[in-house]
């Protein structure tokens, strides 16, 4: 059993009151978890392999706070383990331009995954675990275990009661993932108060039943011994994932301890007094870390996590002599590198090449790219036959001993759970190893996912969403399927491509500019219904964003558009060339990457003294940024056959001629400025 002293004792007290000085400087925070969190915290992270002066070095053990209100535990953590934060870091607690915000996110060093809406971390955390397993399974050969770390997680009852934590752990045990290990602050309490008036389900029987290995810690306030030794109870076990129940006090020592008056709100100046003079600390002292406790860390974790790394890094010298062309290819993606010349394989279309559906399209793009891109991994939430993202020869991603495939899959089967999806894909991302990660549902469910989607965009995981049945053309099915408005609330997300490409260049376009994304993710908007190849398309054009697919000399009305609009906008544009009127047709199947374009290009594209008529099947909402008037749909769809559907809410070449006209009629005369002439 691992012994403990009085200076992990001390060390325990520091974190804890490190925290609460953090809250109390703010006068705003959450001191409770924390409190009861510390003893958890000391023995995980002085076991931890890391190293602070290499914060992304890829075999680093990982940690999630997954209650991510608790974050003055984690910012206690990475200053005494030796991250860039200092105390004055640390003083300067939920301020604006500090490094340490109300909830972990990111950007910080030390912090794997944005954190702050509850149950994310945890779902994140079996994307961690994922990554950790493939790149094991893809690399590793005998004598070279370049990858084995773990993921740990610290969670709460409101994690627990959040319905993606429990999409994400079910999937966690179907994967048998022995590298993820969770801690359970079972504290019962929640803002409401006890946990008794709204959660007294066995929650160790749950994730039994997900199957998961469940272990208990009676004293998770105090018991050091206790607690590491179900962490090492849990390490053993490499076939399944564990949860291990800490019953701790919230609050602890604090006047208020097990009451949820401590959860979201500062201690009083009396109860922090009180507690220093409890933990053997002058009261009247803050931000107070004993000599003794900095180099227990460093003793115990931070040096030997930096001659782990040192090893490490010999290890894969060591491993290129013997497999050079996995270290070559491992090494490139560590530089965040893509394979060189990878989009040389993305299809190109001329207008004489048969129509196709753009979900087809996006199946084209795969199969012609997945074996060249092996960092590309992902999979469907339960509608690969409809998003169609396997490809012929991918293999899951299974526990080997299932029979459905083996850990070295890049196919991941992620069952009806595209909330869950959509956390796990996050956390694939933040592992490193340039992982390009995709998830798949019909562009209407993607909203289950919203908070997983904007978490991405605010963490810059440039993670892909491939989303098909994107409009009222996937027809019988009706209304509850089709979406209308999903596309103005993804774009109105910051930081986040949304593409509806109208053809297969556009398609490899999106699939470009998304792959080739750092820090930006996409939600790529695919058709069931076909799509002619459009004459004026192309990759290179495409990819700016918004583009003039067919223009004409001085024309009386710019008709811009997106995916399966832009088609019949072309046939619209000879109906009025019938009646002499000179159409110029925008394809813009991407706001935001249009939107980064030099002022000159874009106006270029949209420029003034020409009216701009805007076509989508969908809510017309943010379409004044790039239009004058706005054909759209602002009321939810019906059931039928698409082109039915299609003719009945008027989206033809006749019904487009006619706005047109009435567009040309009403400005004639006018001073008319392109929406892109602003004030600001």
Not at 47 to 60: A, T, V
Not at 213 to 219: F, I, P, Q
Not at 258 to 287: C, I, M, R, Y
Not at 468 to 495: F, K, V, Y
């Amino acid at each position: 059993m691992t012994q403990f002293s009085d200076v992990d004792r001390l060390a325990v007290s520091t974190i804890r009151l490190l925290s609460v000085d953090q809250v109390s400087k703010a006068n705003s925070g959450h001191p409770g978890a924390p409190l009861g969190l510390a003893p958890a915290a000391h023995v995980v992270w002085k076991q931890m392999r890391l190293n602070p002066k290499s914060p992304k070095w890829i075999n680093r053990d990982r940690f999630v706070l997954s209650n991510g209100h608790a974050c003055a535990l984690l910012y206690s953590l990475l200053h005494l383990f030796g991250y860039d934060l200092s105390i004055e870091d640390l003083k300067q607690f939920r301020q604006v331009g500090s490094k340490t915000p109300g909830h972990p996110e990111y950007e910080l060093p030390g912090v794997e995954v944005t954190t702050g809406p509850l149950g994310q971390g945890i779902s994140n955390a079996v994307g961690l675990a994922i990554a950790q397993a493939n790149l094991a399974a893809t690399y590793n050969k005998p004598g070279y275990e370049l990858s084995d770390n773990y993921t740990y997680v610290f969670l709460g009852d409101g994690c627990l009661q959040e319905g993606v934590s429990s999409e994400a752990s079910s999937l966690a045990g179907h994967l048998k993932l022995g590298n993820l290990i969770a801690f359970y602050d079972d504290n019962k309490i929640t803002i409401d108060g006890h946990t008794e008036v709204s959660f007294d389900e066995d929650v160790l029987k749950r994730y039994e039943a997900y199957g998961w290995e469940v272990l208990n810690v009676a004293n998770g306030d105090e018991n050091l011994e206790d607690i590491a030794s179900a962490l090492e109870q849990a390490k053993k076990n490499k076939d399944k994932p564990t949860l291990i129940k800490l019953t701790t006090t919230i609050g602890f020592g604090s006047l208020n301890a097990g009451s949820h008056t401590v959860h979201g709100a500062p201690l009083k100046a009396d109860d922090v007094k009180q507690l220093k003079t409890k933990l053997g600390f002058n009261p009247d002292e803050s931000f107070i870390v004993p000599q003794e406790v900095y180099d227990l860390y460093h003793n115990s974790t931070i040096q030997p996590g930096a001659e782990s790394e040192k090893e490490w890094n010999a290890l894969l010298e060591k491993y290129a002599g013997e497999y050079p062309k996995e270290a070559a290819e491992l090494k490139r993606r560590l530089a965040g590198k893509l394979p060189e010349n990878w989009e040389s394989k993305l299809p190109v279309y001329k207008p004489t090449d048969s129509a196709v559906a753009s979900r087809k399209l996006s199946e084209i793009v795969l199969q012609s790219i997945f074996e060249d891109v092996p960092e590309l991994i992902g999979g469907s939430a339960d509608l690969t036959p409809s998003n169609l993202t396997r490809t012929t020869n991918a293999v899951d991603f299974q526990p080997p001993q299932s029979g459905l495939g083996d850990y070295s899959g890049r196919y991941i089967r992620f069952g009806v759970r595209e909330h869950g999806m959509g956390a796990i894909i996050n956390g694939l991302s933040a592992y490193g190893a340039n992982y390009k990660v995709f998830g798949a549902t019909f562009l209407n469910f993607v909203s289950y996912a919203a908070g997983a989607v904007r978490l991405a965009a605010l963490s810059g995981h440039p993670v892909i969403w491939i989303a098909t049945h994107d409009s009222i053309g996937l027809g019988e099915d009706g209304p509850t399927h089709q979406p209308i408005e999903t596309l103005a609330h993804l774009r109105a997300i910051p930081n986040m491509m949304v593409w509806r490409p109208a053809d297969g260049n556009e398609v490899s376009a999106a699939y470009k500019v998304a792959l080739e994304s750092q820090d930006t993710p996409s939600v790529i908007a695919l058709s069931r219904q076909n799509l002619p190849q459009l004459d004026g398309s192309s990759i290179e054009k495409a990819s700016k964003g918004g583009y003039i697919l067919q223009d004409v000399e001085n024309p009386d009305i710019a008709i811009v558009s997106t995916g399966s609009e832009v088609g019949i906008a072309v046939e619209a544009a000879k109906l009025l060339a019938e009646k002499n009127m000179k159409v110029r047709i925008v394809s813009l199947p991407d706001f935001h990457t249009f939107s980064r374009q030099p002022k000159e290009y874009q106006l270029s594209v949209l420029p003034d003294r020409v009216p701009i008529l805007s076509v989508e099947v969908l809510s017309t909402s943010g379409w004044s940024e790039y239009a004058h008037q706005s054909f759209g749909l602002n009321r939810f769809g019906a059931s039928g056959k698409g082109p039915e559907v299609y003719k009945f809410f008027e989206f033809t070449p006749e019904g487009i001629a006619s706005r047109a006209e009435k567009t040309v009629a009403f400005y004639k005369g006018k001073e008319v400025l392109s929406p892109l002439n602003k004030a600001f």
